[in-house]
Antibody, heavy 119, light 107 residues
């Protein structure tokens, strides 16, 4: 069955780089788009970027200068890297699969990984 | 970016009650409007896509409607498991944007 699972460090130092991994199963990264979405504590959801099935990427313009998304199709993994972390980057990060039923519709989500930016 | 205004931000309701959550876009979004449910443990579940299409496995008490800039999610008769956060999301244009959420609480 379709699953996505985020992993990464729970604590990152200010100004450091965050590295997260989304490991997927039950579908191919070359057939489905995978997005990253984040949610600050007690707040709403913010779209961060996408790894298109063809291998290209798009980013939220607000994060573009700090964000990089890549993948390893042989390992069924999508990676997120974001540099120059600040306290406002303390959020839960989700990866989600885009459904073939509709553009921008996320039909499967990971459970999320909470990241705290603190010294 | 398209702004999504979701109302109300919180809604106390009773079991069996019919409730409606509204979502207004800052510009027309051509029915590219989706709804999600989030439980307190952070789990996010898709409910409705393209305004009114029910995700497989979602109970029929959930329905969606709307057009242009105004959309809504209706739950016809609240069950205990429906008390959660609900988010609308547009994808008529990038970036996809979400409403701030509606917390459905037990009255």
């Amino acid at each position: 069955q379709v699953q996505l699972m985020e992993s990464g460090p729970g604590l990152v130092q200010p100004s450091e780089t965050l590295s997260l991994t989304c490991t997927v199963s039950g579908f191919s990264l070359t057939s489905y788009n995978v997005h990253w979405v984040r949610q600050p504590p007690g707040k709403g959801l913010e779209w961060m970027g996408v790894m298109w099935s063809g291998g290209s990427t798009d980013y939220n313009s607000a994060l573009k200068s700090r964000l990089s998304i890549s993948r390893d199709t042989s390992k069924n993994q999508v990676f997120l890297k974001m540099n120059s972390l600040q306290s406002e980057d303390t959020t839960t990060y989700y990866c989600a699969r885009e459904s073939p039923l509709g553009p921008g519709y996320f039909d499967y989500w990971g459970q999320g990984v909470m990241v705290t930016v603190s010294s | 970016d398209i702004q999504m205004t979701q109302t109300p931000s919180s809604m106390p309701a009773s079991l069996g009650e019919r409730v409606t959550i509204s979502c207004r876009a800052s510009q027309g979004i051509s029915n590219y409007l989706n709804w999600y449910q989030q439980k307190p443990d952070g789990t996010i579940k898709p409910l409705i896509y393209y305004t009114s299409n029910l995700q497989s496995g979602v109970p029929s008490r959930f329905s969606g409607s709307g057009s242009g800039t105004d959309y809504s999610l209706t739950i016809s008769s609240l069950e205990p498991e429906d008390f959660a956060m609900y988010y609308c999301q547009q994808y008529d244009s990038s970036p996809p944007t979400f409403g701030a959420g509606t917390k459905l609480e037990l009255k």
